[in-house]
């Protein structure tokens, strides 16, 4: 039998579509369903790599997780990474497919890319009972309608009821959903079968005339009013780094200043997240060089263009302070293409990157980097090899263009399982680099960096035993689960679905 099949779309970007999504899927899992995840158009700078080395969208990799099965390429068939203004990054069933510029997207996008959903949708709805689809941006924007290949051409795709989230918090919620609707066509608007407010807060009773109002205007119910919730799981959307949780901290209220270079083209910015989780450490994302000060520690992030923002690193003015920082003692870490900025050269032959052919790092590394077209996306696992107590076996995932060779004296950071070496350590241990994003998940390495920071300033370590990762996650989807069954109507989303709970089918 088919799939069943229910739909997250939202009247904005960052309403809350794959936290829904996410949570859906743990519940209907912990009903004993077997639930897939579906989004069939990703554009996204936070990506996840699968098992066999395919990149979705990060979001994708979380449901699944959520779902208690093992990520695909199908669940995010094609994923879009912003490269260069109107140029990105088109990557199919998990490898790169080309780039696609502005013209290219209008002339011919839809007829290219749906072969390739219908095919993963297909093989997904054959072997799964309910299928959990997220749509992405707005259905209503109606200048990307004759393009739009992830809201509601996908839901008649699936012949799928669509629940509509919008975002209370950034104000106008009802004009939001009065106005999509608007927007819509008749029959798109029939598919949407309910209405859910996302991050309330106050009193509740506040507002019921307003939902009374919506429903009675509309004829669609509202599913649930769901309170602002810290769901501790990654973020998909690049907007999440305006929220309150990135606002630049105070640096008297923390023991440890922790500040991580906010780049133009930042990637996998959810790398960063364990370090919020860090007792008395100040976390703040740096955008403008008068923010910097003294940190403790400062990281460049992962990035999809090295060398562009590296350009910007350097006309922004933040070459010289860095190098400061430096020489006053502030540890300084480098993530994939941060790692490759921290070396002495950086070579791109066949213009992979940007067409600049060579370009100088800022030469705390002794490597040089080479750009080539092949992208290398693994999951990776090792021992920690640098000047550490502890020889800490770290995992993760490799995404990057380029090799970086090891050119002078350096330790380095990490011996792979695969027999590779990874990373580079400088002599005096203040700067590494490595490839490894989720370098932080590693949570008794956190715990253990922050440590080495507070010993550095005379303060105290704190325990070194920390809830692992793993473990960590499990405890967000239970209690995002909670969250969602405890403020929506269930028994409606089941009927949707013509199902019941614990994994029955309506006849």
């Not at 370090?275 to 990281?299: C, K, M, Q, S």
């Not at 990776?380 to 800490?392: K, N, P, S, V």
Request: some cysteine.
């Amino acid at each position: 039998m088919k799939a069943r099949a229910i739909m997250v779309q939202g009247t904005s970007s960052d309403a809350g579509k794959s936290m829904l999504a996410t949570a859906l899927c743990r519940i209907f899992a912990n009903q004993g369903f077997k639930v897939a995840p579906f989004k069939s158009q990703n554009m996204a700078l936070n990506s996840y790599v699968t098992k066999s080395g395919g990149e979705i969208g990060r979001a994708q990799g979380v449901q699944a997780e959520a779902a208690r099965i093992e990520p695909t390429t199908d669940m995010n068939p094609i994923l879009l990474k912003p490269k260069q203004d109107m140029v990105a990054e088109m990557i199919v069933h998990g490898k790169r497919f080309a780039d696609l510029d502005a013209s290219d997207y209008r002339a011919s996008y839809v007829r290219q890319a749906m072969p390739f959903v219908s095919e993963s949708y297909d093989r997904l709805a054959a072997e799964y009972d309910v299928l959990v689809i997220e749509g992405a941006g707005s259905p209503a924007e109606i200048n990307l309608r004759d393009r739009d290949i992830a809201n509601m051409r996908i839901a008649e795709l699936a012949d799928a009821a669509v629940i509509l989230v919008a975002d209370i918090e950034r104000g106008g919620v009802f004009a939001s959903i009065i106005g999509t609707l608007a927007l819509l066509t008749e029959s798109e608007r029939k598919r949407i079968k309910g209405f859910v407010i996302n991050k309330f807060r106050g009193r509740r009773e506040l507002l019921d005339d307003g939902v009374e109002w919506l429903e009675r205007e509309t004829g669609i119910p509202v599913l649930a009013v769901l309170p602002y919730f810290d769901v501790g799981i990654d973020a998909e959307d690049s907007l999440a780094l305006a929220s309150l949780r990135f606002k630049r901290p105070r640096s008297d209220e923390f023991s440890i200043d922790i500040a991580i270079l906010r780049l133009p083209r930042i990637s996998n910015f959810t790398d960063f997240d364990p370090l919020f989780d860090e007792p008395e450490a100040g976390v703040r994302y740096v955008r403008h060089v008068g923010e910097l000060g003294t940190p403790d520690l400062l990281i460049i992030p992962g990035t999809k263009n090295t060398l562009d923002d590296l350009n910007w690193l350097r006309g922004a003015g933040f070459e010289q302070p860095i190098r400061s920082l430096r020489a006053k003692g502030t540890q300084i870490i480098g993530i994939c293409g941060g790692y490759q900025m921290l070396g002495e050269r950086l070579f791109d032959p066949d213009g992979v990157e940007n067409g600049q052919s060579e370009a100088a790092g800022l030469g705390f590394l002794p490597i040089d980097t080479v750009f080539q077209a092949e992208k290398k996306t693994v999951q990776m696992t090792g021992r920690l090899i640098a000047a550490w107590e502890d020889a800490l076996e770290l995992e993760g995932y490799e995404i990057h263009l380029g090799i970086s060779t090891m050119t002078g004296s350096a330790q380095p950071f990490l011996q792979l399982a695969d027999g590779r070496l990874d990373g580079a350590v400088s002599v005096d241990g203040q700067v590494f680099g490595t490839y490894l994003h989720g370098l932080f998940h590693n949570r008794s390495f956190t715990r253990e960096l922050c440590n080495r920071l507070r010993v550095k300033k005379g303060l105290d370590p704190l325990d070194r035993n920390v809830l692992t990762e793993a473990d960590r996650r499990e405890e967000a989807y239970e209690g995002l689960a909670r969250h969602v069954v405890e403020h929506m109507d269930m028994e409606k989303v089941y009927q949707l679905l013509n199902v019941k709970e614990n994994g029955g089918v309506r006849v």
